[in-house]
């Protein structure tokens, strides 16, 4: 029987993900707490996005939802405290940051939290947060016309991948005398047992509880599976493997490694690890 074995939260984009018990399943993807999947984002001086991809390091960036901040911690640092109170709407400042080839207001955090990153990270950024007023929307070519709205994820809101594809990923670098790898570097938001290697690639809907999710899109894979998310460097990097039996005709050729997905409906589930799940696939 198919089983929910894992929900990770990652409210920072590209930083380390807060692994919960239980989430609520919002169209946006998980939340816990009032704090959303991708909530926040690290951008450069120009407001474009930063990530693992160009700088590894953000992987040792946790976090840790408390009352009333969210808690950043990173090797040699102090802890940083961000307040999850919204600005009030005549003094908050914002600012045009570009994530992919879309641009949109965020809300832009203090100068304080701007010199912690800059200063782990090793170049001027800031800290950006969601605006309440933004919008964004998974592609309409992938969810057949369904709106689904994101904040700063990729472009999905929910990544899910099975046990069961690690487990054979796994394998096949075992076999080549290397070591196995964590799911941590594929970096999902829900994760399922009991289920074959890949089930989810051909999977019509999810159900789990009163929500139903809804897999879309391949995750194209791009080189943060080689970041090792415990010490913010490249290596091993499993890509090579891949490249020998995940190469997606969807993606033209670009290799895939989970699934993006959708919620249809339940908007507002508790998901529970343990809960069983009702997988129904497309044949």
Request: charged content about 25%; overall charge negative.
């Amino acid at each position: 029987m198919p089983i929910l074995t894992e929900l990770n939260l990652y409210p920072v984009k590209s930083c380390a993900a807060v692994s919960l018990r239980e989430a609520t399943l919002t169209a946006a993807g998980l939340m816990s707490e009032h704090i959303y999947d991708r909530e926040w984002m690290v951008v450069d001086a120009q407001g474009h996005y930063m990530t693992q991809r160009d700088f590894p390091r953000m992987a040792l960036i946790t976090p840790r939802i408390k009352a009333d901040t969210l808690e950043l911690r990173a090797p040699g640092m102090l802890r940083l405290e961000v307040p999850l109170g919204l600005p009030d709407p005549e003094d908050e400042k914002t600012l045009t940051v570009t994530i992919w080839d879309e641009s949109l207001q965020a809300y832009d955090c203090d100068e304080v939290t701007a010199t912690w990153f800059s200063k782990f990270l090793g170049v001027p950024c800031r800290l950006v947060r969601f605006h309440a007023e933004a919008k964004r929307l998974a592609s309409a070519k992938w969810t057949a016309g369904v709106e689904a709205p994101t904040l700063f994820s990729d472009g999905y809101p929910v990544l899910l991948i099975s046990q069961a594809s690690l487990d054979d990923l796994n394998g096949k670098l075992q076999a080549q005398g290397r070591s196995a790898l964590p799911m941590n570097r594929f970096r999902p938001n829900i994760v399922i047992g009991g289920v074959e290697a890949f089930d989810e690639d051909v999977a019509e809907s999810l159900t789990i509880g009163e929500a139903v999710l809804k897999p879309v899109k391949p995750c194209a894979r791009c080189p943060m599976p080689s970041i090792d998310q415990a010490t913010g460097e490249f290596g091993p990097d499993p890509i090579d493997i891949l490249r020998t039996y995940r190469a997606n005709p969807r993606l033209d050729g670009g290799i895939s490694f989970g699934m993006n997905a959708i919620l249809l409906k339940g908007e507002g589930q508790l998901l529970k690890i343990g809960q069983d799940i009702d997988l129904t696939l497309a044949f």
